[in-house]
């Protein structure tokens, strides 16, 4: 009788172990969304602003605590109606139309993994377009702004997590105030 029962023990155990070792391994789980970046390196490619020469920052980069948590995803940089909008960086236009009644140009950046958004803007590109550093993608539209004032919301993303966008910018185009140049002393006028 002890036999029986540990030779069916025996069959169940060499069972069981063969469905452990054949069953599919688990898939490791996504990672969960995080609002900024683990790796939030960004390369300081951009070569103008996107509105004027220094525009006023009207509203900063406001990181939110959660994915979904309040918090602002870009800068609002102030220009009027009709100013010119400009790549802030070599890129190809990823989405130029309407999202929720406002005008959005995006484009992807050259040898990068980054987006960036300028919002509202009336395109004058089309998807799929090659656009230089400085070239003019759009004009500010009057309305639908979410500012006091018209302005252009900037943003930059990688995936799904946004950025600060003023990390684009090389410390000389951060600077305030035109270059000067100074006296040279000690040497000879020709």
Request: charged share 20%; aromatic share 6%; with cysteine.
């Amino acid at each position: 009788m002890r036999a029986k029962r540990y030779g069916r023990c025996g069959t169940w155990l060499v069972l069981g172990i063969l469905l452990l070792l054949t069953a599919p391994t688990p898939r490791p789980r996504p990672p969960l969304l995080t609002p900024t970046a683990t790796d939030t390196a960004v390369p300081a490619i951009g070569r103008a602003w996107p509105v004027g020469a220094r525009p006023t920052v009207l509203r900063g980069w406001e990181p939110p605590a959660t994915v979904y948590g309040r918090g602002h995803r870009g800068v609002d940089l102030a220009a009027p109606p009709g100013s010119p909008v400009r790549a802030v960086a070599p890129g190809r236009v990823a989405f130029a139309g309407r999202v929720a009644g406002r005008g959005v140009v995006s484009v992807e950046l050259t040898g990068t993994d980054l987006r960036t958004t300028y919002e509202p803007v009336t395109a004058s590109v089309e998807k799929g377009a090659e656009v230089a550093a400085g070239e003019v993608v759009g004009t500010v539209e009057p309305t639908g702004s979410h500012c006091t004032t018209t302005c252009v919301h900037w943003g930059l993303r990688r995936g799904e997590t946004y950025l600060d966008p003023l990390s684009l910018l090389p410390p000389w185009l951060l600077r305030r105030g035109p270059s000067r140049l100074l006296p040279v002393l000690d040497v000879p006028l020709p």
